[in-house]
């Protein structure tokens, strides 16, 4: 990437698997990237000090010095109170017990102001700034990864409630339906997160049941039924991933409906793992399945995909960096 | 009640079995009302007649000179044209196929200007401005009756999205589910719905089922199913009705917690017919369904019983009147 002497805000998304940082100019164009792992076993402390070099590294991926990163911003999953960059019971990130003041850990090691925010909601923000979200006033991010978060614009400005709004993963779409991994029972997410669909799959195959789920995880060496494999498993016709893939589409198309007809947004963009891997074509399958459920059936939503993927949390977090 | 030479604003309530007008002062304090049934066979004309005459005894009951009455809201269900004040689809209401300008009518009828609404929307603003949501700046309004209809107040405002926000009676509650007067499957209404659980229970009826609610219609006179006549039956330990009535406030809990997962707000507002009827102590039952679905369990929202009661739609109508 070209040398640059812009200012820089950089932006962190901290996943449960990924930490992905990029740095943008004034002008908001991401001007150098970079992820890594997340370290797992040391704790918070040791996630934040990942973080704080993958950061670095994308400033160095823009040909930038380090003194150009003006400001910092953090997505992070779990509860995140906005005022003092602290982050509590982010349940996904291994090693993460109790609340740890990780604006604080970040501005100190960056020597930059940090602001931090919710994962989700960080990611629809940037959405609805510079992706697919740009033509509307109102929308839904829908994040379809290992659980399925989601993020609210209404009237062209985000809405948190009290703070913890757009929690469509745990919309109940059947009463006294399947366990959830929150503990619940019938929520989305115990049929479209990727987590979920994962303990369904190995339930199956434990009864003898075949799939050719585990053998394409094991040749890809991953830890996890990642959204690569579960395409690949779809582009080769396994029946099981059709099927529990079919299911999450239906309850997908259920939850979102619901919202819909509770919030008629002019939008849904649907992104996370899942969501981007599978692309436009399954975001058209999630709409059909809206459509029984819709209650104004002759104006649906649009729905798309995310249009900034992968990188829409790091920007949308770069995004808030003051 | 006594006299008064005050400028009035008037507001009407339509609904399928009644029209409930009101005469506010300036204070927004109730100087009059009035009631009739709604006519059935004279189509949107004759309703629009029997709606202003409404109007003009609830003026006389203030004691108030018919020119005193200075503007006219009106909350209408179905598809409502606010600017137009042209009312379409409202499909409970006997007789009204198409559309019809009911604020034009009613303001010739009346010599005020006259403005139309959505009766729910109108109901959730007036609890939210008089009534038991006064203390909250966000609050999600269910009205509990024939249908269930919804409203939404959110930073202080209403949000009605592209026109049709709030459907709450037509958030799935369980995928593939019973049938929903609606024509689609699953939706909160199909179970909590008064149309509904009358058509459940006459099913049962006729399986051979024994239940004193068809008892208790005939004993008040009365054509279907009313709020007072499921309140009878409760009362009386009946056990169909009780079932019904848990399978509704079930369906309630998982629908309501839902729309607080995703939107957050700060309280709930129980209204409609059967919600003002059975009162606070069911509003208690509903919350304690909700429970097991709220992602933040430790800070559910407040749930009260609407505070204007029956009155709350003509209130919320006669705020908007101009």
């Not at 396994?238 to 198309?253: K, P, Q, Y």
């Amino acid at each position: 990437m070209a040398t640059t002497r812009a200012r820089l805000r950089g932006g962190i998304d901290l996943g449960g698997t990924k930490i992905q940082a990029v740095a943008i100019d004034g002008r908001r164009v991401v001007r150098g990237q970079a992820r890594r792992p997340t370290p797992s076993g040391d704790g918070p402390e040791g996630v934040a000090i990942a973080m704080a070099e993958t950061m670095r590294e994308a400033v160095a991926a823009a040909g930038a010095a380090p003194a150009q990163l003006v400001a910092v911003g953090v997505g992070a999953p779990g509860a995140v109170d906005e005022a003092s960059g602290v982050v509590a019971r982010s349940g996904n990130i291994p090693g993460w017990e109790g609340s740890f003041g990780l604006g604080g850990a970040l501005a100190e090691d960056l020597g930059v102001p940090v602001a931090v925010g919710n994962d989700v909601d960080l990611a629809t923000e940037a959405e609805f700034r510079l992706g697919a979200g740009r033509p509307y006033r109102s929308l839904l991010g829908v994040f379809w990864g290992t659980g399925v978060g989601g993020g609210l614009i209404l009237d062209g400005k985000r809405w948190t409630g009290r703070g913890k709004a757009g929690e469509i993963g745990h919309v109940v779409v059947t009463l006294d339906g399947a366990p959830c991994p929150c503990g619940r029972r019938g929520c989305l997410e115990a049929y479209a997160g990727r987590g979920a669909m994962e303990a369904r799959a190995r339930k199956f195959v434990k009864k003898g049941g075949k799939t050719s789920l585990f053998d394409i995880q094991r040749r890809r060496d991953k830890e996890r039924l990642t959204s690569r494999v579960w395409a690949d498993a779809l582009a080769r016709k396994d029946s099981l991933a059709t099927r529990l893939v079919d299911e999450a589409i239906a309850a997908l198309g259920a939850a979102i409906a619901s919202a819909v007809n509770l919030l008629d947004v002019e939008a849904v963009v649907i992104g996370g793992g899942l969501g981007t891997r599978l692309g436009q074509p399954y975001a058209d399958r999630i709409a059909v399945a809206m459509q029984p459920h819709l209650f104004v059936a002759d104006r649906p939503p649009a729905v798309h995909v995310a249009a900034l993927g992968d990188l829409g949390g790091a920007i949308g977090a770069a995004l808030r960096a003051a």
